[in-house]
């Protein structure tokens, strides 16, 4: 890495092959965009301040544009949600995205058991659905569980 040079002195020879300058500074520019991408991501969450209680409730309706039918069965799962004061980014839609994604979870006859997880997390959740899909996936398991577990029924029997 360094070279004698007769008459001149010491001269550093190769230093881009052994620092990898490129890389070092490809690994900058993906830091910065990184960066970039966590600021802009911050900038979308509402505001709040640690000691609040809970978040302001987004504006506007939360089943903007739903179908009634839709808003009949998810108001009072969204309802019960709403009230933890933990999800300041939740609407409708969420809910019946992940019903469709997680049948077998029955999430509108078992939101009492995600409205307890919600009420067990410290402070807001700030990514709505990432949290929502681990809660929920892991009620689908309990539910397929509880199905495996439970005795065949007398009917099944001659």
């Avoid at 409708?92 to 058991?113: C, F, Q, S, T, W």
């Avoid at 410290?122 to 005795?151: H, N």
């Amino acid at each position: 890495m360094v070279a004698v040079i007769e008459g001149r002195g010491l001269k550093i020879v190769e230093w881009e092959r052994e620092h990898y300058v490129a890389g070092l500074q490809r690994q900058k520019e993906l830091a910065a965009h990184r960066q970039q991408r966590h600021r802009e991501k911050q900038k979308r969450l509402p505001p709040h301040s640690p000691d609040q209680a809970a978040p302001p409730a987004p504006a506007g309706d939360p089943f903007a544009g739903c179908a009634p039918e839709l808003v009949a069965k998810w108001r009072p799962a969204f309802d019960a949600l709403a009230t933890t004061g933990k999800l300041p980014a939740l609407c409708g839609e969420h809910l019946a995205r992940l019903d469709r994604e997680y049948p077998r979870a029955k999430l509108a006859e078992n939101i009492v058991e995600v409205v307890e997880e919600v009420r067990g997390v410290a402070g807001t959740i700030g990514d709505t659905m990432k949290w929502l899909r681990k809660a929920v996936s892991a009620l689908e398991r309990r539910q397929e569980q509880r199905a495996a577990a439970k005795p065949p029924s007398n009917a099944d029997k001659f």
